[in-house]
């Protein structure tokens, strides 16, 4: 974007506005005089004939009246008459259109004519004249160019004193690929008090920031010029941000907006997009919407690709509505964005990975109205996420729509499907799919074959799964890590933990490092056969390896300790957590439900309140579950004024209690004799449309009995026979 603005092939400034600021003139140098060599009388001559007949005889084909004098006239003679006609430019190119093509002109005679040329006001002639020389193939780069250097110099002051001519040169020496020499001439011009102008520097900042190399130079040229005198503008401002978005220094390239502004420079939309794309590359989303509401705020309208950019991030962060809300905003405030099928495409991923189809589907309705053609990325983006919700045959039908339409189906379309398929259990649909697109020349990849082996080894169908790698690995796929964990999976659901544990060291063999999710199967795996010496032995292992274990790990092991009632061990691993937790693994609610449950199973309430206020110390927010565990141990424990607390609590929270603590409640109260607020569980419970069990409706069957409230008891043994928790036999 910002190169495009500034690397015209050619800036021509306008002369009236441009200021050449002169350092302290009196320290400048004067250019020099020109002296050139005196003719001779011979010479003189010579010069005098030739200026008359061509001032004299201008309206004849110059190639006629100079015929006489072709094969007499050097380089010097040119110079002299050129004295004599310089003021009259048309002359002049004339003249030095003929020369040329009898002699080649030295280095002087081009930089006089560069001189006449820009002090008439046609710098296009001036630049051709340099360029041509600069890009002539095999110029000595070192030479000419001091050589070069000093000529325009030497033939300023008396041939054109023009200082735009130094620019012209400058910018030539940039777009030729010079930039040290641009430089060089830059500081040379300085003793003359000429500082070269912002347009021409930006040329060379532009010419810098392309290459990400000499990027990295741009920040001290930067410095360096505006302390010799370059007034830096909002182009000039705007490539630097560029550069420094490039260089991954956003937030430098921030303050380097403020301070731009602080200058008094305006910002432009250029100079926020750029940074709004840079922020949008690191991720930084919230300085992202800050700079939006910003440009807003100055009535800058952000242009298609900061709008591209910010929804591009906002959907690959998962937040797929901010991002919707700005496409909206492209379309309402600037009437000449359109957004087009790209971002169109993007949001539609977007949702499609957060299983929001409705939307997904809302926006590609949207595209056809507007007349924006989906392709087959459009159409493979919903179809997997129609597929991530489990509607197959509707993705199927789409898939049907876009060969129809004779659109390009890929692997990726295809492999969608297959997941789909796979994760559904129709593992049949998913061969038939994954033959149809081996005939049709599209070669599986290893996701296709991870779907597969994953929906093979769901179904427990190992042997099946084990040969679907064997032909992966023939046809030179290497099977990642994904594709080794679901067979792994496989092979624990259906027992085979030895297998599994042969796969593990496979995998080590080819090089594919088991990950936290593979030990943490394996570990699943023994502590549900409850050896959980070998799933200590595992995570010893991993932790050996610096395989950082998750939570979900800790609360395999957890619940392992826990069902086989080895809860000094549970308590063991808690407090190591703990120890390890600065280090980012803390135990959550799950890990400490499951031994709070199992303490309260040993009626150690004593023990189970300890862990609670440690949890509550830790931070760890109570959940529903925990709730529901401590409400029924103290239930059970006759706790009813720990209990009842306990429940305010968690309806003050938001929570609802499970039926079995309302269970539990209820009884606890009717133990205590507390039969009001037992029924006002009771009710309470029936209006949430809560069954309780049959102990308690039993006893309000009895107690309404007793009381002689008929109607009621036989609504309730309505309700029980409807609720379907009679025993036939009691009918
Ligand atoms: C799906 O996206 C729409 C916006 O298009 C939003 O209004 C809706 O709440 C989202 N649905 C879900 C379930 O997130
Ligand atoms: C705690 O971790 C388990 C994984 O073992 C996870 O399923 C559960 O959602 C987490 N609970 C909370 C409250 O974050």
């Given at each position: 974007?910002?190169?495009?603005?500034?690397?015209?092939?050619?800036?021509?400034?306008?002369?009236?506005?441009?200021?050449?600021?002169?350092?302290?003139?009196?320290?400048?140098?004067?250019?020099?005089?020109?002296?050139?060599?005196?003719?001779?009388?011979?010479?003189?001559?010579?010069?005098?004939?030739?200026?008359?007949?061509?001032?004299?005889?201008?309206f004849?084909?110059?190639?006629?009246?100079?015929?006489?004098?072709?094969?007499?006239?050097?380089?010097?003679?040119?110079i002299?008459?050129?004295?004599?006609?310089?003021?009259?430019?048309?002359?002049?190119?004339?003249?030095?259109?003929?020369?040329?093509?009898?002699?080649?002109?030295?280095?002087?005679?081009?930089?006089?004519?560069?001189?006449?040329?820009?002090?008439?006001?046609?710098?296009?002639?001036?630049?051709?004249?340099?360029?041509?020389?600069?890009?002539?193939?095999?110029?000595?780069?070192?030479?000419?160019?001091?050589l070069?250097?000093?000529?325009?110099?030497?033939?300023?002051?008396?041939?054109?004193?023009?200082?735009?001519?130094?620019?012209?040169?400058?910018?030539?020496?940039?777009?030729?690929?010079?930039?040290?020499?641009a430089?060089?001439?830059?500081?040379?011009?300085?003793?003359?008090?000429?500082?070269?102008?912002?347009?021409?520097?930006?040329?060379?900042?532009?010419?810098?920031?392309?290459?990400?190399?000499?990027?990295?130079?741009?920040?001290?040229?930067?410095?360096?010029?505006?302390?010799?005198?370059?007034?830096?503008?909002?182009v000039?401002?705007?490539?630097?941000?560029?550069?420094?978005?490039?260089?991954?220094?956003?937030?430098?390239?921030?303050?380097?907006?403020?301070?731009?502004?602080?200058?008094?420079?305006?910002?432009?939309?250029?100079?926020?997009?750029?940074?709004?794309?840079?922020?949008?590359?690191?991720?930084?989303?919230?300085?992202?919407?800050?700079?939006?509401?910003?440009?807003?705020?100055?009535?800058?309208?952000p242009?298609?690709?900061?709008?591209?950019?910010?929804?591009?991030?906002?959907?690959?962060?998962?937040?797929?509505?901010?991002?919707?809300?700005?496409?909206?905003?492209?379309?309402?405030?600037?009437?000449?964005?359109?957004?087009?099928?790209?971002?169109?495409?993007?949001?539609?991923?977007?949702?499609?990975?957060?299983?929001?189809?409705?939307?997904?589907?809302?926006?590609?309705?949207?595209?056809?109205?507007?007349?924006?053609?989906?392709?087959?990325?459009?159409?493979?983006?919903?179809?997997?996420?129609?597929?991530?919700?489990?509607?197959?045959?509707?993705?199927?039908?789409?898939?049907?729509k876009?060969?129809?339409?004779e659109?390009?189906?890929?692997?990726?379309?295809?492999?969608?499907?297959?997941?789909?398929?796979?994760?559904?259990?129709?593992?049949?649909?998913?061969?038939?799919?994954?033959?149809?697109?081996?005939?049709?020349?599209?070669?599986?990849?290893?996701?296709?074959?991870?779907?597969?082996?994953?929906?093979?080894?769901?179904?427990?169908?190992?042997?099946?799964?084990?040969?679907?790698?064997?032909?992966?690995?023939?046809?030179?796929?290497?099977?990642n890590?994904?594709?080794?964990?679901?067979?792994?999976?496989?092979?624990?659901?259906?027992?085979?933990?030895?297998k599994a544990?042969?796969?593990?060291?496979?995998?080590?063999?080819?090089?594919v490092?088991?990950?936290?999710?593979?030990?943490?199967?394996?570990?699943?795996?023994y502590?549900?056969?409850?050896?959980?010496?070998?799933?200590?032995?595992?995570?010893?292992?991993?932790?050996?390896?610096?395989?950082?274990?998750?939570?979900?790990?800790?609360n395999?092991?957890?619940?392992?300790?826990?069902?086989?009632?080895?809860?000094?061990?549970?308590?063991?691993?808690?407090?190591?957590?703990?120890?390890?937790?600065?280090?980012?693994?803390?135990?959550?609610?799950?890990?400490?439900?499951?031994?709070?449950?199992?303490?309260?199973?040993?009626?150690?309430?004593?023990?189970?309140?300890?862990?609670?206020?440690?949890?509550?110390?830790?931070?760890?927010?109570?959940?529903?579950?925990?709730?529901?565990?401590?409400?029924?141990?103290?239930?059970?424990?006759?706790?009813?004024?720990?209990?009842w607390?306990?429940?305010?609590?968690?309806?003050?929270?938001?929570?609802?209690?499970?039926?079995?603590?309302?269970?539990?409640?209820?009884?606890?109260?009717?133990?205590?004799?507390?039969?009001?607020?037992?029924?006002?569980?009771?009710?309470?419970?029936?209006?949430?449309?809560?069954?309780?069990?049959?102990?308690?409706?039993?006893?309000?069957?009895?107690?309404?009995?007793?009381?002689?409230?008929?109607?009621?008891?036989?609504?309730?043994?309505?309700?029980?026979?409807?609720?379907?928790?009679?025993?036939?036999?009691?009918?």
């Open positions: 974007m910002v190169s495009s603005v500034i690397s015209l092939p050619f800036v021509i400034p306008n002369p009236s506005t441009r200021k050449y600021s002169s350092l302290g003139s009196a320290s400048a140098r004067h250019f020099p005089d020109y002296s050139p060599k005196k003719p001779t009388i011979k010479d003189s001559e010579l010069v005098y004939t030739i200026s008359t007949t061509i001032k004299q005889r201008h004849e084909p110059i190639e006629r009246i100079l015929k006489p004098f072709e094969s007499r006239l050097r380089s010097d003679h040119f002299w008459v050129l004295m004599g006609i310089k003021n009259e430019y048309t002359l002049v190119l004339t003249f030095f259109d003929w020369f040329c093509l009898h002699r080649a002109p030295s280095l002087e005679v081009r930089c006089i004519i560069i001189q006449i040329s820009v002090a008439a006001k046609d710098p296009k002639v001036a630049y051709e004249l340099i360029h041509d020389f600069w890009s002539k193939p095999n110029v000595d780069a070192t030479l000419p160019f001091t070069f250097m000093e000529k325009l110099i030497y033939t300023y002051k008396d041939w054109g004193s023009n200082p735009h001519v130094f620019d012209i040169f400058f910018q030539v020496l940039v777009e030729v690929g010079i930039p040290d020499g430089k060089k001439l830059f500081h040379k011009m300085l003793n003359y008090g000429v500082v070269i102008s912002v347009n021409s520097c930006n040329h060379l900042l532009s010419h810098l920031s392309q290459n990400i190399d000499t990027c990295k130079t741009t920040p001290r040229i930067f410095t360096e010029f505006l302390e010799l005198g370059v007034k830096w503008n909002t000039s401002h705007n490539i630097m941000i560029h550069c420094l978005c490039r260089m991954k220094k956003v937030k430098e390239a921030h303050n380097l907006l403020i301070q731009m502004e602080m200058r008094g420079y305006f910002s432009d939309a250029i100079t926020y997009s750029t940074i709004i794309n840079g922020y949008c590359q690191i991720g930084e989303y919230n300085v992202v919407l800050k700079l939006m509401e910003e440009m807003q705020i100055k009535g800058l309208k242009n298609k690709f900061t709008f591209n950019s910010v929804i591009f991030l906002l959907c690959k962060i998962g937040k797929v509505l901010d991002a919707e809300k700005i496409l909206r905003e492209m379309t309402w405030q600037n009437q000449n964005i359109v957004p087009d099928k790209v971002v169109y495409t993007t949001l539609i991923d977007g949702f499609s990975k957060t299983g929001n189809v409705t939307a997904a589907y809302k926006l590609f309705d949207e595209m056809h109205r507007r007349n924006i053609l989906p392709d087959y990325i459009t159409y493979t983006a919903l179809i997997s996420g129609i597929c991530r919700i489990g509607k197959i045959s509707e993705a199927y039908d789409l898939f049907v876009m060969r129809n339409r659109m390009v189906v890929d692997e990726y379309t295809y492999s969608a499907l297959i997941d789909g398929y796979c994760k559904n259990g129709e593992i049949k649909e998913a061969f038939s799919l994954h033959n149809e697109m081996v005939q049709m020349g599209l070669t599986p990849n290893v996701v296709t074959y991870t779907s597969l082996v994953d929906g093979l080894c769901k179904q427990g169908e190992i042997d099946t799964a084990n040969e679907l790698l064997k032909e992966m690995c023939s046809k030179g796929l290497e099977l890590i994904h594709t080794y964990n679901s067979l792994v999976n496989g092979l624990c659901k259906f027992g085979h933990i030895t544990i042969k796969l593990m060291e496979d995998m080590k063999v080819a090089e490092h088991p990950d936290t999710y593979t030990y943490t199967t394996l570990m699943d795996a502590c549900k056969v409850g050896d959980m010496v070998k799933a200590h032995e595992l995570l010893r292992e991993m932790l050996k390896k610096g395989i950082q274990p998750t939570v979900v790990t800790f395999v092991l957890m619940n392992g300790f826990c069902m086989y009632g080895m809860l000094e061990d549970g308590e063991k691993l808690l407090t190591w957590m703990l120890e390890k937790g600065k280090n980012g693994i803390m135990p959550n609610a799950t890990t400490y439900n499951l031994l709070m449950k199992q303490y309260c199973i040993r009626n150690d309430m004593h023990a189970t309140s300890e862990i609670y206020k440690g949890m509550l110390g830790k931070g760890v927010s109570p959940n529903t579950n925990t709730y529901d565990v401590l409400i029924r141990g103290h239930c059970k424990a006759r706790n009813m004024k720990e209990a607390f306990l429940y305010k609590e968690m309806v003050e929270k938001g929570y609802d209690l499970t039926v079995n603590g309302y269970n539990a409640l209820i009884k606890g109260f009717i133990k205590r004799k507390k039969y009001l607020e037992a029924k006002s569980m009771f009710d309470e419970m029936r209006k949430k449309g809560l069954v309780a069990n049959r102990e308690v409706y039993n006893f309000f069957m009895d107690m309404n009995y007793h009381e002689g409230n008929l109607d009621l008891t036989l609504e309730l043994c309505d309700g029980m026979i409807e609720k379907g928790i009679v025993d036939k036999t009691d009918v």
